[in-house]
């Protein structure tokens, strides 16, 4: 059965700060593995990386894959209240259906 | 930008009654699935669609649920026969070369 595992569950920090939330897996067959940013609803794509080693960014998200340690980091700088959210991790198969799997994810607030 | 619908936002119904959920995918995207999230759980996957058939489904996807592509557009989940347990958030994604994309959920309350 394939297995998602975030840490920490929760983390509380203030504005500005740096926080790197942690995902690990195992899964039969990996493609994929994708970071959602959850609100109040459906979880709003982030990032999705399928090799080793290569970051990717988008402003002050930053995230990368390490295959050999069957884990990723998605790391946020310069922290924002409106940064306050759930952080999924997901991974999907190399199968037809590409299904993913989700962590239980990361509580992330930031207090002003 | 391109973004997954889904209608209705919020579904009140009453437990052995019939809900269909509708979702409209991102238009190039050939891969179309549904998950669902009970409050305060993981989101689940429940099946996934390509070419007009189901490609993968889960445990869950038992014979109560249906999906459907009724025409070049929509992408339905039916449950037949809705029980308390059903009562969850459920989202419809459709994948493209970039990722999975979700829409924003039908919150189904059964009664």
């Known amino acids: 059965e394939d297995k998602v595992v975030q840490s920490p569950l929760s983390l509380v920090v203030h504005e500005g700060d740096t926080v790197t939330l942690n995902c690990s897996y195992e899964?039969?067959?990996?493609?994929?593995l994708l970071w959602y940013k959850q609100e109040k609803k459906a979880p709003t794509f982030l990032f999705m990386l399928t090799s080793s080693g290569i970051e990717k960014k988008s402003g002050r998200l930053s995230s990368i894959l390490d295959k050999k340690e069957l884990s990723s980091i998605l790391n946020i700088t310069a922290t924002q209240t409106g940064d306050s959210a759930i952080y999924l991790c997901?991974?999907?198969?190399?199968?037809?259906?590409?299904?993913?799997?989700f962590g239980e994810g990361t509580q992330l607030t930031v207090n002003p | 930008e391109p973004e997954v619908t889904q209608t209705p936002s919020h579904q009140v119904t009453q437990m052995g009654q019939e809900v269909i959920l509708r979702c409209v995918p991102i238009s190039n995207h050939l891969y179309f699935y549904w998950y669902r999230q009970i409050l305060g759980q993981k989101v689940e996957f429940l099946v996934s669609f390509y070419n007009n058939e189901i490609s993968e489904k889960s445990e869950i996807f038992d014979d109560q649920f249906s999906v459907e592509r009724p025409d070049g557009s929509n992408f339905t989940l039916k449950i037949r026969s809705t029980k308390l347990e059903d009562s969850a958030m459920y989202f419809c994604a459709s994948r493209g070369l970039a990722g999975q994309f979700f829409g924003p959920g039908t919150r189904l309350t059964v009664l």
């Open positions: 997901a991974v999907g198969r190399e199968t037809s259906g590409s299904r993913l799997t």
């Open positions: 899964v039969t067959n990996f493609r994929s």
